[in-house]
């Protein structure tokens, strides 16, 4: 890898970590359904933008409905959890969950898709499951209801994520592939479609918001031009460039950005138990996505 590669990946972990921060701000102000609606008709907007200034044609070759139900399940869902999420649970520790993402896709693989766990990976899954337990015993959020509520909805996100990549080699790359920039903008379209009714019931049922408070809409235009639009460019421009394995390893430079602005700019602290607990997580995905040593065969003179 180039120096440019590291330099991407720690700018990409670096929006994605700065993402909970952001929809931390902004759920608890205008709702967790607001939220995730506003994410994605921004994300969409910049994607648009982003087409339109490039001139690429919008010919997605018949996989239109593809990504758009790609899209409900890889943006549409895990946004909703994890504005859900941000009500209670401080950024860093969604950070932390959301790294969980890499042993969702081991088991849904290995559930759903006939993929192979070798010794090492459950080894990893069954690490990650302890480091979450430690996560959610201790640390500054008081064992809850609503903090449970917060944990699950972060996991729930993550077995989304982790089931979109099987779905995504399925419906786009074995059929041929598509231009990543459209992948992402049918995506980000499908999920816009699939949480407008719930914007709308949420506008027209739900206590009205204050909606004119300038720092939530300055989040939330940075969540979703940022954090989606942008972000979703320069991951797939990595899967092109350096391959989908080793971008993966954004999933570990994710957590420390997540914690790091969480403590800058909300004064969010960590015990010495959510450290613990968040190492193990991290430890745990290693153990999942680092590839197995190749073992040399000897050749035997006969």
Do not use: H
Request: aromatic share 12%.
């Amino acid at each position: 890898m180039r120096a440019s590669d590291y330099a991407r990946l720690l700018f990409l972990a670096a929006i994605w970590g700065a993402s909970f921060l952001f929809m931390r701000i902004a759920a608890p102000a205008f709702g967790s359904i607001n939220t995730a609606f506003l994410r994605v008709l921004f994300g969409l907007t910049g994607l648009a933008i982003i087409l339109l200034l490039m001139r690429a044609p919008l010919i997605f070759q018949g996989k239109l409905k593809s990504a758009m139900v790609l899209g409900i399940i890889n943006s549409g869902i895990p946004f909703l959890m994890y504005a859900i999420a941000a009500l209670w649970l401080p950024a860093g520790y969604s950070a932390i969950l959301n790294a969980t993402t890499p042993l969702m896709g081991a088991l849904i693989g290995f559930s759903c898709f006939n993929e192979q766990l070798s010794g090492r990976k459950w080894l990893g899954v069954m690490l990650g499951f302890l480091g979450i337990t430690l996560i959610t015993t201790t640390g500054d959020v008081a064992v809850s209801e609503t903090m449970i509520i917060g944990v699950i909805a972060c996991l729930i996100a993550t077995a989304c994520y982790g089931c979109a990549g099987f779905l995504t080699r399925r419906w786009i790359t074995e059929r041929g592939g598509l231009d990543a920039r459209l992948v992402a903008f049918g995506s980000q379209l499908g999920a816009c479609l699939f949480l407008l009714p719930f914007f709308g019931y949420s506008v027209t049922a739900s206590p009205v918001a204050d909606w004119a408070m300038p720092e939530v809409w300055a989040s939330l235009l940075a969540v979703g031009f940022i954090c989606t639009a942008l972000a979703y460019l320069i991951y797939f421009r990595l899967i092109a460039d350096i391959g989908p394995l080793r971008s993966l390893t954004v999933t570990f430079l994710i957590p420390p950005f997540g914690i790091l602005w969480g403590y800058l700019i909300l004064g969010e602290t960590l015990t010495e138990g959510f450290v613990v607990g968040g190492t193990i997580v991290c430890l745990s995905v290693w153990l999942v996505v680092s590839p197995a040593r190749a073992v040399p065969r000897q050749v035997l003179d006969k």
